[in-house]
């Protein structure tokens, strides 16, 4: 049974899926403090969350059975993503099903904010009758400037442009051509600040965009300059956004985030040019059933061990190439582990070789997935999530090549591992109606099905050495199911690969090792 622990609010429609699983539970705690919330986690298998959970290395650190913590929602800054990807925990979000209201939410800040109507609002409701007080600007013909034209921007701009606007957007991954095809004008970030009538950010907030609108920014903008921040505070610098209210540069703001949440009583809020709201931009009901449908749907695959999308910490596999890859994944896994069980001493460097049509393909993934093989041998709680990250922290050099030239198999993968005392070289291949084959060790060309329980002997070729070994093996009851002979030289040095029928004991390893012309013997359990 899976339990997936939810801590906050998520649309009950949204979670359906969780709910009437039969092989989950869900727990719902909603404003725990970090003790409780650290209680709760032990025994999730899931986290899902929005963005006032902090789920902080600590939190992860307690969820000793976490697998996977979904955010419904795009901003993942409330989540300590290297933490969780040290742990093979995989984070999932929802990027597409708040766009829009996102998108509206900052539109209306932004008529909100041209014409006073909060400030309207309160006064009428307090029996003012003020005309004059609130006389605003229209958007017509005015320039907005957009930083961060991703989902939300694109959005915003469409509206925008619908206002008869013009839009400036500064993003360093917008392209002429894109910009074009939306009807914006790209610019520098310079040209945004210093052209804008209305300046609104759409960035996830990162040690990159932190107070990226800071004081010397707001120096070089237009008198009278309106700014909205429905990203993420701490964008926008707060205390330089005060200072540039006092002096008269900026005319208002409209903040739906703030650096700190909930803001309490904020000195922003002493300014009667600043409306605020309570970090409502994904505060629609559909948005939210779009959230949460999207990351329950990605957390019930991940806990089912089932393809899913929208993972933060690991690279996006287009569904195409998943399934070109899909056949080698048993393979690379079972692979890389039996080239690290064959390998001795400290592991120090990993090369993996991709040849045949596998060299045209983008194999990240597999060289993901042989790594976690692997690392399997030397530590636990390793998956294609943290294998990378476990293999640099700990100074393993992962290299991948691409060879073209083919050797008789259409595709080949081959795993050389470098120890501290020495190496090894795995080559494997996918047999038409046979399935995945070690084809090579070493130099040793051998037929060898990657799976149960394997004896590796390299030996000195010589008379009876064969017989002495099998009959070691019938001495501690081990029966051989399958087994392969491989030499360089007549009376050189050789290998025998043995697939036996049950793990072999250590009484087992001894008895061989004591024979004159083995070298060495490899349990090897896959
Ligand atoms: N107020 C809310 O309730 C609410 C709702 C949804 C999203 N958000 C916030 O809005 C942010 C944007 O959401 P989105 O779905 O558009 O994300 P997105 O990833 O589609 O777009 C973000 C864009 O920012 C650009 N960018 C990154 N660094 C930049 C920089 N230094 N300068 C300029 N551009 C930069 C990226 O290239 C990208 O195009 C999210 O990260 C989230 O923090 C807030
Ligand atoms: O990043 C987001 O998706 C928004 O900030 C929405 O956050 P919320 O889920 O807490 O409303």
Known sequence: MHRVLITDPLSNHGIEQL???EDVEVIQKTDLTPEQLLEEVKEADALLVRSQTQVTAEVIAAGKRLQAIGRAGVGVDNIDIPAATSRGIVVV?????????????????????????????????QGEWNRKQFVGVELNKKTLGIVGLGRIGTELSKRARAFHMKVLAFDPYLTQERAQKIGVTQATLDEVIAQSDFITVHTPLTKETRHLINRDAFNRMKDGVRVINCARGGIIDEEALAEAIRKGKVAGAALDVFETEPPGHHPLFDFPQVIATPHLGASTREAQENV????????????????????????????????????YQTM????GSFASQAAEGALQEVTVSFSGELAEWDTAPL????????????????NYVNAPHLAKERGVKVTEQKISKRHGFTHLIRIHIATDTGEIAITGALLNGLGPRIVRIDEYSVDVEPAGHQLLIQHHDRPGAIGRVGTILGD????????QVGRRDIGGRAIMMLHVDKAVPEALLEALEQLDEIHRVTAIDL
């Open 19 to 21: 709910l009437q699983a």
């Open 332 to 335: 690379a896994e079972k692979l």
């Open 292 to 327: 949460a449908i999207d990351v329950a749907g990605e957390v019930l695959h991940i806990l089912r061990g089932e393809p899913f999308k929208n993972a933060v910490n690991l690279p996006s596999i287009p569904a195409e190439l998943q399934e070109k890859l899909r056949p």
């Open 476 to 483: 501690h009851d081990v029966n051989i199911a399958a087994m």
């Open 93 to 125: 979000n929802a990027p597409d099903g708040n766009t829009v209201s996102t998108a509206e939410h900052t539109f209306a800040m932004l008529i909100s904010l041209a014409r006073n109507i909060p400030q309207g609002y309160r006064s009428t409701v």
């Open 367 to 382: 060289t993901r997935i042989i790594l976690k093989g692997v690392l399997s041998h030397y530590l636990s709680d390793v």
